[in-house]
């Protein structure tokens, strides 16, 4: 083996042992690594983490609430009459205890609202998580489809390479004129644009699915995995969809995310027409200090240590039509939040319709993609034969072969659009 044969073999092998080692992904691994790595999820689950962190500091107001006040400092007081001055050193110190005995729902429903409020962000989270796993799924088969489409136009080079060298020989025998060699070689170019085209659409394809999973890897590191399709078998391998029109709309209204989350916010808004009206009322509290107090010199004029409990009653009479407003506009709040739960549900169901009808209308156009693929072949191998024995010219051969090659790139792209259809339908009905 010489030198340069030794390089090439050597090349071979280490551009082999890279393909090897890169990871390979199945479309569930990509959707586990994006939800594990994408930010935009992230940033949905932190802003329910935080609306559970406003639920926790309304619940703190049925706790108790315990201050501690310390103080020292100097004690002066001039002759007053029969009693002398005072000179002295004082230390006190407080400790204060107020706890919430009943405020008529102002609590309550403030407290509700952040619960109902946190349920609609784990809502909307979810909803996230689901149009994340869609997201993976059509960056998914996109890629497939570009490498399926990149096959397609390999073999649409092949075949006009081969018309090339035909045309070739049928010149160099006087069969064939001039022209016909060089439609070959103009085809044959055209042939090799549309593949240089397929190849950069499968690295912008890699590209989204580095976006939707969150790979921040400056070189591709991963490939994913595809099996070899039989294209003369498409339709029959499609997967039936489970439900019909009338059971996808039902699941939807039971199981979508978006519309679980507008249900928990009108419960928020009835929260919060509570607390507006409960500024009407008063609001209860038991009370508990202790005062604690020293001084050096003058100790037996002044009480060590006292104790005070009572419960008071906080009932605001008037304060300018706050109340009345503020009640107003929570009820304006709950009505908006219905009506975008009725606007919802009309979207939802519009959404399932059409995801549903795309779906199968996509099925229905396999079904006479296959046959037309079946029907161009055999319009091709006509046409090569009528070529071969003058019959035809060769635009006819050339329209023939395009429109075979035409037609197997559109049953590559309906077949992977139906997949993604069922993705798209899948999210629309929250499965």
């Known amino acids: 083996m010489n030198i340069k044969n030794r390089f090439i073999f050597l090349s071979t092998v280490m551009i082999s042992m890279h393909l090897n080692a890169l990871d390979t992904y199945t479309v569930d691994d990509l959707i586990l690594t994006s939800l594990k790595n994408s930010p935009d999820l992230k940033i949905s689950q932190l802003r329910y983490n935080a609306s559970t962190k406003r639920y926790d500091a309304a619940f703190s107001n049925y706790l108790p609430k315990v201050d501690l006040v310390g103080s020292a400092g100097k004690l002066l007081q001039s002759e007053v009459f029969t009693l002398p001055s005072i000179d002295d050193t004082l230390i006190t110190g407080k400790l204060s205890l107020k706890q919430l005995i009943y405020d008529f729902g102002k609590t309550s429903g403030s407290t509700d609202s952040q619960k109902f409020t946190a349920k609609s962000y784990n ?4 909803q996230q998580i689901s149009n994340k796993i869609r997201d993976v799924k059509k960056a998914y088969y996109n890629i497939l489809k570009a490498k399926a489409l990149i096959d397609v136009h390999k073999e649409n080079v092949l075949l006009n390479k081969a018309q090339l060298y035909r045309s070739k020989r049928y010149f160099e025998a006087g069969i064939r004129t001039k022209i016909d060699v060089s439609d070959a070689e103009v ?3 055209k042939a090799k644009l549309e593949l240089k085209k397929a190849q950069y659409n499968l690295k912008l394809a890699y590209a989204n699915l580095d976006q939707v999973v969150g790979f921040t890897d400056v070189e591709q590191t991963y490939k994913v995995y595809s099996a070899k399709l039989d294209l003369n078998n498409l339709y029959s391998s499609l997967i039936e969809y489970e439900f019909n029109l009338k059971e996808a709309i039902l699941y939807a209204y039971e199981h979508r995310y978006k519309l679980k989350k507008e249900e928990e916010k009108i419960k928020a808004s ?3 027409i509570d607390v507006a009206s409960s ?16 001084a050096n010199d003058y100790q037996f004029s002044i009480p060590k240590n ?10 605001n009479l008037y304060q300018g039509g706050y109340t009345k407003a503020t009640k107003q506009e929570s009820i304006i709040n709950l009505n908006i939040s219905n009506s975008r739960l009725l606007d919802t549900k009309l979207l939802i169901k519009k959404s399932t319709t059409n995801a549903y009808l795309n779906l199968n209308k996509t099925k229905d156009t396999i079904k006479l993609d296959q046959s037309l693929v079946k029907v161009s072949n055999e319009k091709f191998d006509q046409a090569s034969k009528r070529y071969e024995h003058g019959l035809s010219d060769y635009i006819e051969l050339q329209e023939a072969r395009q429109g075979y090659i035409d037609s197997k790139a559109t049953l590559v792209v309906d077949y992977y659009n139906y997949y993604i259809a069922i993705a798209n339908l899948d999210n629309a009905i929250g499965k």
């Open 270 to 272: 009835k929260a919060k």
């Open 123 to 126: 809502m909307n989270n979810a």
């Open 306 to 315: 006292r104790w005070t409990t009572n419960i008071n009653l906080n009932w």
């Open 187 to 189: 085809t044959v170019i």
């Open 279 to 294: 500024g009407y009322l008063p609001s209860l509290y038991l009370n508990a200090d202790y005062h604690y107090q020293k």
